[in-house]
């Protein structure tokens, strides 16, 4: 009999890539999905269907729901999430913390005989990360060598105002950012960041608790087709496409120097099967095993828009201006873990926004 696997959120543009992939790989599906509105109209979409996917309509915040979904699966991937920078901030905590908690409760109170948990988490539980001050003020070597490092809290709306967009060090001088690694503090901007910490830190803690293995791991930006236009949280690729195919100008954020890095949803997929097949991806001494998911290249916002606009031959101007408050300054991510355990990412930006710009023209 082939394993079953449960799919939360599969109806999404991460899961729905991903159940295909499992697919292939011999498992049976099942997708839990509440086709959240603005991704979804209420309908499943074309690309689950007709694929022999079991689909459950529900939602992780619900217990029965998620009951009747987690019945006779093997593994759970558990990717449902609210996503977005709006203040409702009780709703990141409902659907991502406490649909996670809800997860892990059913399958102890159920005795349910799950082989693996893993978790989507996100870049932006590190928040703005891992800075140097590069003002060498200090005579001593070794106090240099100390006491430079620092993890900023969010910039002030003050700060975004007067266009002072670069983390500073206590000397006011622009610090130095550092690749984001796993096993560094977390400082996240919102409450999306917030609430994929408080996931992982209590999946990890219940996991080890009661023998449920445990994989996290945090994607960078995530590109590729079925990534919905309707998704405001979708980012640059969905934004700068959707402004360059209309005419519209092309709006990138600050001074457009910021850097992401970008992965593509083939790229994720394969770090998904990976953390289903590996088991070195199950425990840590921390309870649970924690891995960036990235395109282990930066770029520059404004650069990435000029892909976009060269790719869509669009005339759109591109303008420079405006912030979104609780934005990182730079989001980059170190993804020498997984590259230890055999993944690489094989697919650059520019192979992630031919394929969105397509299938955007033959969708919309
Ligand atoms: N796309 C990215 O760049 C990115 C980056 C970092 C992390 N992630 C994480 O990866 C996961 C998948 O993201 P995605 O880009 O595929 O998003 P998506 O919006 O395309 O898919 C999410 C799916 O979850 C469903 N959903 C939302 N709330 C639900 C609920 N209460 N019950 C059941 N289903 C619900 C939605 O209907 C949707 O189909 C999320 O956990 C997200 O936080 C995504």
Partial sequence: MREKVLITGGAGFIGSHTADALSKHGYRIRILDNLQPPVHSGKWPAYVLNKGFELVRGDVRKKADFLKALRGVSYVYHLAAYQDQRPDFSKFFETNTVGTALLYELIVEKKLPIKKVILASSQFAYGDGKYQCVHNAHPSPM??????????????????????????????????????????????????GLSKEALERLAFRLGKTYGIPTTALRYSVVQGPRQSPKNLYSGALRIFTVQALSGKPITVYEDGLQTRDFVNVNDVVSANI???????????????????????????????????????????????????????????????????????????????????????????
């Fill in 274 to 364: 990976l953390a289903l097949k590996n088991p070195r991806t199950n425990f840590s001494a921390f309870g649970g095993e924690v891995f960036n998911v990235g395109g282990g290249k930066a770029y520059r916002v404004l650069d990435f828009a000029k892909l976009v606009k060269k790719i869509t031959g669009s005339s759109s101007p591109i303008l420079i201006g405006g912030f979104r408050r609780t934005d990182t300054r730079h989001a980059v991510s170190d993804i020498g873990k997984l590259k230890k355990l055999g993944w690489r990412p094989r697919f650059a930006p520019e192979k992630s926004v031919r394929d969105y710009v397509e299938w955007y023209q033959e969708n919309f």
């Fill in 143 to 192: 106090l240099r060598r100390t006491r430079k490092f620092f993890y900023p809290e969010p910039r002030t709306e003050r700060q975004f105002k007067s266009k002072k967009f670069d983390i500073l060090c206590s000397h006011g001088r622009i610090a130095k950012f550092f690749p984001f690694r796993e096993e560094q503090p977390l400082v996240p901007t919102n409450s999306y």
